[in-house]
């Protein structure tokens, strides 16, 4: 049975294509699903049926026509699951390297959604049949926190704050290199590259505002630790600003293969070295302020570790030029 789902645009979304917004809500999900429902005229804007290339203003109310849910795509599979934090309306996981969120082509089994169908259930209602729960997605080589959402209710009131910019994110990395600055912004726009169209680019044609903040924690080795609190969630963004930026992650095969090898052996990583370590957001039905976080993982902990034994110490904090 088709379904509406109604949301009304918030001020830091004012000026965003239909069909880029429409990509942001869980129940949609991709541009393409986006087009295909505008452009089959399941979609209005303040009662009026509207093109892929409309923009959007603050407070646009939008009525999204989803069709009857099909077969769920994920196959329950008793996968081991880090949970963080768990109550009647969402859940936080501990994602681990390697592990892809979603079923997608080329990685149907072994991804979270397969895991989290075999412990919650079919999650049926609760976003894309595809990919139950799922409010927000961390790549397969990124570890950390992971929020999945358990009721209808709980998935649009994460997604809504996603979409206003009050969810807070904090990510740990290793990068390449020592930083000129204890602290900064880079503040630079982010879209397809002009010709990879696999990777994103700060050289895109269309790129979108991206704009990600720093601190340098420690000073090692051929490498700094960084906290990374990005305030726009692009694709990739931490990863493209941080190559831009001359500092690409350590084990970052996309962004920063071209710099791998002027760095030395001890700067060998099988993956970017990124975490998602915490995340800030309004619980969907208290609405107090909820802080989960994620440990670093065994195998950046074994990287920090050889890297402050080749400094003969623990590391230097903060910047030194």
Do not use: C
């Amino acid at each position: 049975m088709a379904r509406r789902v109604e949301v009304v645009v918030p001020t830091a979304a004012a000026g965003t294509r239909l069909d880029r917004f429409l990509a942001t809500i869980p129940e949609v999900g991709t541009r393409s699903q986006a087009k295909r429902l505008i452009d089959t005229g399941h979609v209005w804007v303040d009662g009026a049926p509207r093109k892929s290339a409309h923009l959007l203003g603050a407070g646009a109310r939008l009525e999204i026509e989803l069709p009857a849910p099909e077969r769920l795509a994920a196959e329950p599979e008793a996968l081991p699951l880090s949970v963080l934090y768990e109550d009647a309306d969402l859940l936080a996981i501990d994602k681990p390297p390697g592990m892809v969120v979603h079923p997608a082509p080329g990685a149907r089994r072994g991804t979270v959604v397969n895991a989290l169908v075999h412990r919650l259930g079919a999650l049926a209602g609760v976003g894309r049949p595809d990919r139950p729960g799922i409010v927000h997605r961390l790549d397969r080589d990124t570890s950390g926190v992971l929020l999945v959402a358990r009721t209808p209710a709980a998935l649009e009131a994460l997604a809504r704050q996603f979409r206003a910019r009050t969810i807070e994110k904090v990510y740990l990395a290793v990068v390449r290199g020592h930083l000129a600055a204890a602290s900064g912004t880079i503040d630079r726009a982010v879209g397809r590259h002009p010709r990879e169209r696999r990777r994103m680019s700060v050289h895109s044609r269309r790129g979108r505002a991206a704009v990600t903040r720093w601190t340098a924690l420690e000073r090692l080795p051929g490498a700094t630790l960084v906290r990374l609190e990005p305030e726009t969630g692009r694709t990739h963004q931490l990863r493209v600003h941080l190559a831009a930026a001359g500092h690409p992650i350590v084990g970052d095969r996309v962004y920063g293969a071209r710099r791998a090898g002027r760095a030395g052996t001890s700067l060998a990583f099988p993956r970017q070295a990124l975490h998602a370590a915490e995340i800030r957001f309004d619980h969907p039905s208290s609405g107090a302020r909820t802080v989960v976080r994620a440990p670093l993982p065994p195998d950046l902990e074994q990287l920090l570790a050889m890297l402050r034994q080749a400094s003969g110490g623990t590391g230097k904090s903060g910047h030194s030029a």
